[in-house]
């Protein structure tokens, strides 16, 4: 019954889209002969011989809608024999033979339906015959360059929209491209960092090593979740960036304090994957960690009219001169994701922050999805890092045992 309904369903189809073309075209061209056929009622009537216009119709419609048939043609003999470029002998010759008959085929009907039609008798002599010939050749020669030139307008405009079509397709490849660097980047890092702490936290405290080892395996296991996705919503990646402090505030111990301003509306709002992690890795990278007493991070994310921007400020030196000098690998595929899935919408700006230290702020347009989340989330998280608050407030109980060696 499948294989039956199926062809059947595709022939229809393709049936009812042919009846569509066609009927476009002679839509198109009732409007020459209609104007035609109007044009030869008054004239008729101001030379003293009135006609109907009934008549008026059936001797100019006709000769005009044989450009119904033939416009499919001069289609793909524009095609198949382009003139835009140096055209040959061969496809000179192929226009002006289908020229000469179009002529030929239009001056036939013509004739036929004038004599037809006329209210009075008209005689098929050869004059008449030369007479509309001749006439009609500028009148055939505008019409085949009009219909040839709308063939090459409608090719250039698919080509366009198919070129437009594939450059938005490789800039979403490369930033899917981009988005796994970022992963395979973040992995080893991460690896090295957290396997070097639960060496350290091995020797004095299993308990602590192991509760590092489920944090780790919670960030790589939301890492590869996120699949090929470009976006999530950002609750999602407050989840990994909880569990990556998790593992950072054992390193850092007391000389870290993390604070999360996170407005509820924006939890659901879209975000790139992988957005925070490279922005609070270098917070800690390059203001707590060279600090001697540490420092705050705090981590914020507002909607802003219709676009919705996270904040990462830290304590700690402030740029030189107010400017960041070359940006890393991570900064650099941030800001390169942000324009190639938004254009100007998308927006990363670093800056001396009036607190002190280097604010980094991302802006992405305003877009949510309904988000569930999974019943089985709190069982990856271990310990205080099931949940954040979403009020101005430091979680004291972030701070875990202290490490010596970073």
Known sequence: MGRTVTPASGAASDTGMRGLRWR????????????????????????GHPIAFW????????????????????????RRFPVERRPDLRTVGVHVAFLILALVLYTTIYVWANIEFRPSPLALTPALVKSVLVGSIVMTLV?????HTTCLALEYATRDRERERRTLELEAQLARAELHSLRAQLHPHVLFNALHTIALLARRDS???????????????????????????????????????????VRFADRLQV??????????????????????????????????NGGTVVV????????????????????PGGRIGRRGV???NTEER???????????????????????????????????VPGDKAELVVGPYTTYSVTRETNSDLVVASTSDR
């Open 143 to 147: 019409l085949y360059a009009a219909t």
């Open 207 to 249: 308990n602590e090593a192991i509760r590092v080892t489920v944090l780790l395996g919670n960030v790589l296991r939301s890492v590869l979740d996120s699949g090929g996705t470009d976006e999530r919503p950002l609750r999602d990646e407050i989840s990994l960036i909880q569990q990556y402090l998790a593992i950072e505030l």
């Open 338 to 372: 942000l324009h190639r899935l938004y254009g100007d919408a998308g927006r990363l700006t670093i800056a001396n922050d009036p607190r002190g230290g280097v604010s980094v702020r991302v802006c992405a347009p305003w877009r949510t999805a309904d988000v569930a």
């Open 300 to 319: 914020s994310a507002r909607r802003s009219e219709q676009s919705v921007c996270i904040t990462v400020w830290n304590e700690g030196p402030s740029l």
């Open 259 to 292: 604070v999360w301003e996170i407005e509820d509306e924006t939890q659901d709002a879209m975000v790139p994957t992988l957005l925070l992690q490279p922005l609070v890795e270098n917070a800690l990278r390059h203001g707590i960690a060279r600090s001697v």
């Open 330 to 332: 991570g900064l650099q």
């Open 24 to 47: 476009t075209l002679v839509a198109i061209w009732s409007l020459p002969a209609f104007v035609a056929s109007y044009s030869s009622y008054v004239a008729a009537g101001a030379q």
């Open 55 to 78: 008549r008026a119709l059936a001797m100019q419609c006709p000769g005009w809608y044989v450009w119904v048939p033939l416009t499919p043609v001069v289609f793909a003999l524009a």
